[in-house]
């Protein structure tokens, strides 16, 4: 049971890291610094997005729009 445990830990702290790059990674386009015209950083992008977006898509149904 333990190793299960440690398991799910674990699976629940890379995804952590996963939304902390992406959000990272948003802030470096809009701050212009990296361009997603870059087919490596379009690529990276996009799977963070599909990666963490269903988890934070009922956070941002409930959160106003910010700006842009």
Do not use: Q
Request: net charge positive.
């Amino acid at each position: 049971m333990i190793p299960l445990i440690k398991f799910i830990v674990m699976l629940i702290d890379i995804y952590i890291w996963i939304i902390i790059a992406s959000a990272i990674l948003s802030w470096l386009v809009a701050f212009g610094v990296v361009n997603t015209n870059n087919k490596f950083v379009y690529m990276v992008g996009d799977f963070l997005y599909r990666v963490t977006e269903p988890a934070l898509r009922p956070i941002r149904r409930f959160l106003p729009d910010l700006g842009g």
